[in-house]
């Protein structure tokens, strides 16, 4: 069973949308959680961590953590043409960041 | 501020070759260093992490070798590479506050 699992995609948007990147974990220990975005051929940068259930904003990006479901979502308002790029989801177990095969996103003008 | 560089930034080896990919961090002291792997295609596969000098963990057991001479030098190595080595590896760096990783550019390896 994968430690991190994320839907690989493709995921398309029009531009303006909303777009909706999920990721589950199998570790409950788990504490803390990373969204990364990465373009091709660059190395990942971060777009935001969460450690607390419920959702927390940043400009036109919410994480939103769940817990007890296992679950993490990063939801993109507004959606940009580059915005589109793989979004790595990722899950500190013991210090060690685990990461998910990552989402890709296609946002059309 | 902190900095992290790793090289070469790209490289085509034979197969059966060495490899010797490198990273420095500037601006922080015993920082947590990381190589991770990326598949085309694929998610980041942590490869080894270290938290000081000398002190190296192995995650997938394979034919490559990590080591931290300096506190802020972390080399990734292979005495003969595979085929199935190919791939863009990455070296990073950890915030202990946050957990946040920190990357270098990448190190693009072609095994033919």
């Known amino acids: 069973q994968k430690e991190v699992e994320q839907n690989s995609g493709p995921l398309s948007v029009p531009e303006g949308a909303i777009a909706s990147l999920n990721c589950t974990y199998s570790?409950?220990?788990?504490?803390?959680f990373f969204w990364y975005r990465q373009y091709s051929g660059k190395s990942p940068e971060l777009i935001m961590f969460i450690y607390s259930n419920g959702d927390k904003e940043d400009g036109r990006f919410t994480a939103q953590l769940n817990k007890a479901s296992q679950y993490v979502s990063l939801l993109i308002r507004d959606s940009q043409p580059s915005d589109s790029a793989t979004y790595l989801c990722?899950?500190?177990?013991?210090?060690?960041?685990?990461f998910g095969q990552g989402t890709e996103l296609s946002v059309k003008p | 501020s902190q900095t992290i560089h790793q090289w070469p930034a790209t490289l085509v080896q034979p197969v059966g070759s060495p490899l010797s990919l490198e990273c420095t961090v500037e601006?922080?002291?015993?920082?947590?260093l990381y190589w991770y792997r990326q598949a085309a295609g694929r998610g980041l596969q942590l490869l080894f992490y270290s938290v000081g000098i000398g002190q190296i963990s192995s995650e997938v057991p394979q034919n490559l070798s990590a080591s931290r001479p300096q506190d802020r030098q972390f080399i990734l190595s292979s005495k003969k590479l595979l085929l199935s080595d190919s791939g863009f590896y990455l070296c990073a760096w950890s915030d202990t506050g946050t957990g946040e990783l920190f990357f270098g550019e990448g190190s693009r390896l072609t095994v033919l």
């Open positions: 601006g922080t002291s015993n920082p947590n």
């Open positions: 570790d409950r220990g788990s504490q803390s």
């Open positions: 990722a899950v500190d177990q013991g210090g060690k960041l685990i």
